[in-house]
């Protein structure tokens, strides 16, 4: 691994030995460091949409464990939170009305919290939004990782056989909700 890694320092110079006596440019020191890291970083497969979505089992607010699986035969909403975003707090009125409207026929939704708030936060924002479906806390943040999300807020659409149809960054409208679930209902 070091005798790769001295070839590519050494490439990179343009075939010049690195010795005592010379520093190597800063742009070799990055080099090595992004080799360095990166070969010891697992590469997790991306998630797209037509993929199965990936199970998992999380704690609600009153720590009891909900799963994804729990939704099995129905569609499932997932949204992955920040506490202070604005988007967060303004569709949420949306997100209720499409709960409202298709809970009761099976439709699952969960907030996810995957930044490590603490657990009153959250809870003062679940109590503050009224949210009437369960917040969960993904300590660690490894389903939003299994999920491929990188920035928050996201929401990802599983149909009934928890398929990815739809992942949408930043705000979601309710018409937005509506038509991506309708098919699912009535």
Known sequence: MMRNLRG???AALGNQRITGGRRP???VLLLVIFLLAACGEEQQPRVQIGDSA???TLRDLDGKPVSLSDYS???VVLRF???DCKYCRADTPAFKQVYARYGEQGLGMMYIESMGEDPAVLEAFANNLALTFPTLRDVGG???SSYTVKALPQTIVLDPEHTITAAILGGVSEQELQAL???YFD
Request: glycine residues 4%; proline residues 19%.
């Open 8 to 10: 590519a320092a050494t």
């Open 181 to 183: 679930l309708e098919p």
């Open 54 to 56: 990936p199970q998992f």
């Open 73 to 75: 035969g129905s569609p």
């Open 25 to 27: 440019p800063i742009i």
């Open 142 to 144: 490894e389903v939003a």
């Open 81 to 83: 939170i920040l506490i």
